[in-house]
């Protein structure tokens, strides 16, 4: 961070927050096991939930929702396999229904199987609108709060801590407020130790909310939570509202996964709670991991996490209008609300046609380059990037390319070889399905020559193959080089075939991991341009002399 930058952890230390009615400290407790994997592309495995837990509990989360054990064999064998796990400071919770109408509750197998699951904490949800209770289950309001009555006082005679999960809350009490209380004052009577106010339709407003929750409150006196969805995008916001007001539970997931639209995203409502309205829910160590977090969640998924997610996102802290990189370049609190750092995140400064020379002298210092912003070499530069940027190049996803082109045009950056030709032959009648590949090399390093061919499963495996084959006496390092992802955009399409193309390709060593970019109107020239940069990239940062 910049030596300018003087925030203190908590920046909502100077605006004090007021708290209506609340009593103890709010509890965090993480649904992705179960709502989040409800989300229409997500699919967790028993070792990916396992993982996740032992994640959630290092980030100091109260509760975490493991999965309905009454539903599928993997949340049973899950539950089993998570109790040899110690956790330090998470109970886990199992979670599932009130009985069924014409069950009794020592029979009803869905609290059979939660009582089976042996988690310290049970949820269950129950219905609250009178929608629901007469059109869905076809049973009278009585015989739906007895349902409910009985089933936590059930659940509590087994000794298990019981939250209450008041289905369709808000969208009852609209409907019928009579009728939503008296669902909630059952599961009171009954003993739970949670009562949790569901938007599950997410279509509630911040003041409609607080209208309800205000009143609500007045008529039990078991502790209340919040569960929102985020079907309208105020799931966090109603999170926070709804703390201020006296809710002592906040539940979430991570990054906002779950289904239709998803849930509160814990995270985010993790970081405000600590950093802008001051309640300890978590250490800054944990906190410094929310980052980390939320990459693996979508590592596990082989997706990419969100760029503009906040806080944690790659974008969150990211600079690209030469007037805010002006600033920040004095005093970070000009265009960030928090340390980056105290969420695992970084500051990035990205370079493209709107950049000024602040951008340019900034990212040249995070390089460890020094430059004067009078300088011809950051004219030059600067002349060079917009002109790049009009053919289509973009160094945001690609800032090892742009490393490299900062570099030569400093004068120091010496070529490690040069490609002198290459061709390519690709052969259709081959029964793997594509075909094979065969590319043809010949480069110089120094005064030397090396002319070889390699096959691959299409043309651009080929010419990475080739390429390597050929350095590889030279320099062995670009042998630990992976290719990560590769993506081809076409720059426009009114020229069908024949238009641009922008390749973007990402390679890795270990942990490290970089981007690259080429050009062209040809796919393979455009590819071929972006490995070169990849390995030039690589053999810099690993202080290979050029031969």
Not at 339 to 365: F, T, W
Request: glycine fraction near 8%; charged fraction near 25%; proline fraction near 4%.
């Amino acid at each position: 961070m910049d030596k300018n930058d003087t925030r203190q952890t908590k920046t909502g230390a100077d605006f004090p927050v007021v708290m209506e009615g609340l009593m103890g400290p709010v509890t965090l407790y993480d649904t992705t096991l179960r709502d989040g994997s409800q989300s229409e592309d997500i699919q967790f495995t028993i070792e990916d939930k396992i993982r996740i837990a032992i994640e959630l509990d290092l980030l100091g989360v109260d509760y975490i929702e493991g999965g309905w054990p009454g539903a599928n064999p993997k949340d049973i064998e899950f539950f089993r396999r998570i109790r040899e796990i110690p956790l330090s400071r998470s109970k886990m919770a199992a979670f599932g229904s009130t009985r069924k109408a014409h069950n009794k509750t020592s029979e009803d197998p869905v609290l059979k199987a939660l009582l089976a699951s042996e988690t310290p904490v049970v949820t269950i949800f129950g219905k609250s609108w009178s929608l629901h209770v007469k059109e869905v289950l076809n049973v009278s309001a009585a015989k739906n709060a007895e349902m409910i009555r009985e089933s936590v006082a059930f659940l509590k005679d087994h000794g298990r801590e019981v939250v209450y999960d008041a289905e369709h809350f808000f969208d009852g009490y609209k409907d019928n407020p009579d009728f939503a209380i008296d669902t909630i004052k059952a599961a009171s009577e009954a003993g739970a130790d949670w009562v949790i106010l569901c938007d599950t339709n997410g279509g509630t407003l911040p003041w409609e909310l607080s209208e309800i929750f205000g009143e609500t409150k007045k008529a039990i006196s078991t502790p209340l939570g919040i569960h929102a969805h985020n079907d309208c995008e105020l799931a966090v916001a109603n999170s926070l509202g709804a703390v201020r007001l006296g809710a002592r539970q906040i539940h979430g997931t991570i990054n906002g996964i779950g289904e239709r639209c998803g849930n509160a995203n814990l995270l985010s409502v993790m970081a405000n709670l600590s950093l802008k309205m001051g309640m300890e829910v978590s250490t800054p160590e944990a906190l410094s991991r929310l980052k980390h977090l939320a990459s693996l969640l979508f590592e596990l998924q082989n997706r990419p996490l969100p760029k503009n997610l906040p806080f944690v996102g790659e974008s969150a802290f990211a600079h690209k209008g030469g007037v805010h990189v002006h600033a920040i370049r004095k005093n970070s609190r000009a265009y960030e609300h928090i340390d980056p750092a105290s969420v695992g995140n970084r500051q990035r400064i990205l370079l493209s046609e709107h950049s000024g020379k602040s951008n340019l002298i900034e990212k040249a210092r995070q390089y460890g380059i020094s430059m004067d912003g009078e300088s011809p070499e950051a004219e030059k530069i600067l002349h060079r990037l917009k002109e790049l940027e009009h053919q289509g190049f973009q160094f945001e996803g690609a800032e090892a390319s742009f490393e490299l082109l900062m570099r030569a045009a400093m004068g120091t950056m010496q070529p490690f070889f040069t490609i002198e030709f290459f061709h390519i032959l690709m052969d259709q009648q081959s029964s793997r399905q594509g075909g094979l590949s065969e590319a043809t090399m010949r480069i110089r390093v120094g005064e030397s020559h090396e002319h070889t061919a390699a096959l691959g499963n299409g043309p651009v495996n080929a010419l990475d193959l080739v390429l390597r084959k050929a350095l590889t006496p030279f320099y062995p390092e670009v042998s630990e080089i992976r290719l990560v992802d590769y993506k081809v955009r076409v720059l426009t399409g009114d020229r069908g075939t024949s238009s641009g193309v922008r390749v973007l390709i990402q390679s890795g060593v270990g942990s490290q991991l970089w981007g690259t970019v080429g050009v062209s109107e040809n796919v393979i020239s455009a590819s071929l341009m972006a490995l070169k940069d990849s390995i030039d990239y690589w053999l810099l940062k690993s202080g290979v002399k050029p031969k």
